[in-house]
């Protein structure tokens, strides 16, 4: 993995391909993997994007920090990070969970540099008191499912909501190992604090960009009211509440989530590109 050194908080990220800059940030406890196995399918047919995949301090391969002690102290390294690799140019953010509650933070402080924004199942509310979330139901069950599962693996029966082993294999490739290597006294620590400083909901203006912002009908651990209360805040979003979906959205329902973020990014060309759609060639029509 590369690294970049933020106000000496070392940053561990991967990369691929070259262009627009879009920095996609993992969930609490997970890394750049689950970032980068949810978005890559995206680009597989396109050019002219670098994707940025962070372990955010604390979780993947990134060392936890002293000087990270709220969540604006984390934005704050997440901010310095983009600098560093972006520079002045103009960049697309997008995260899940936790990093889409960032990526909202990012909103307020640079979004006059963001041409767009994706935000999957993201955490708004912070404060468990005022959070509401649906009670959690299984839509879909292979019996296969719990049958396979570990002892240590057992809690996933109370999250996921389509228990098939295609979304098994999927949990075990992606989040799991990062859930296992995350540094837990720093969560711990950092957990204490229920906010940033300000509400995400209160921007001083509204959001142009375009904005995709999906979340799961039955995901009992972000739910999906609280982000339909950001929609008068992105006129340009869409915004999509998913059944026979919980916080595992991009899997449980891999087939509409791929579909509609490649639509997202498709406005985000052709919003970069005053309104025209660009062809493979780099031209316009």
């Given at each position: 993995?590369d ?5 000496g908080?070392t940053?561990k ?6 262009g ?16 980068e ?6 680009f ?44 002045s ?6 995260g ?15 979004g006059?540099?963001?041409?767009g ?6 955490s708004v509310?912070?404060d ?10 299984v ?15 057992k ?19 992606e ?9 837990p ?44 209360t ?24 891999q ?8 639509e ?22």
């Amino acid at each position: 993995m590369d690294e970049c050194s933020v106000n000496g908080v070392t940053v561990k990220y991967t990369s691929a391909g070259s262009g627009l800059p879009l920095v996609m940030l993992h969930g609490w406890g997970a890394d750049h993997r689950l970032a980068e196995r949810m978005i890559e399918p995206a680009f597989a047919h396109r050019s002219g994007w670098r994707r940025i995949y962070p372990d955010l301090p604390g979780m993947g391969c990134s060392a936890p920090a002293q000087s990270i002690r709220s969540h604006d102290d984390m934005l704050a390294v997440v901010e310095g990070f983009i600098d560093s690799l972006a520079g002045s140019e103009r960049f697309v953010v997008g995260g899940v969970s936790y990093g889409g509650y960032l990526a909202q933070g990012l909103v307020q402080h640079m979004g006059d540099r963001i041409d767009g924004l994706l935000l999957v199942v993201p955490s708004v509310e912070r404060d468990r008191a005022r959070q509401h979330f649906p009670p959690h139901e299984v839509r879909i069950v292979e019996p296969a499912f719990a049958e396979n599962l570990t002892h240590d693996e057992k809690w996933l029966t109370d999250t996921i909501v389509v228990q098939t082993m295609s979304v098994l294999d999927q949990v075990r490739e992606e989040l799991l190992p990062a859930l296992g290597i995350a540094n837990p006294e720093f969560l711990q620590r950092l957990g204490r604090e229920n906010s940033l400083s300000f509400d995400v909901r209160s921007p001083a203006r509204p959001f142009t960009a375009p904005t995709l912002v999906l979340a799961g009908r039955q995901d009992s651990v972000t739910g999906y009211r609280e982000a339909l209360t950001l929609i008068e805040h992105y006129p340009h979003g869409t915004f999509a509440v998913l059944d026979s979906a919980g916080h595992m959205l991009h899997r449980e329902q891999q087939a509409v989530f791929r579909s509609l973020v490649s639509e997202w990014v498709d406005r985000v060309e052709i919003g970069r590109n005053g309104g025209r759609v660009p062809d493979r060639h780099g031209k316009t029509r």
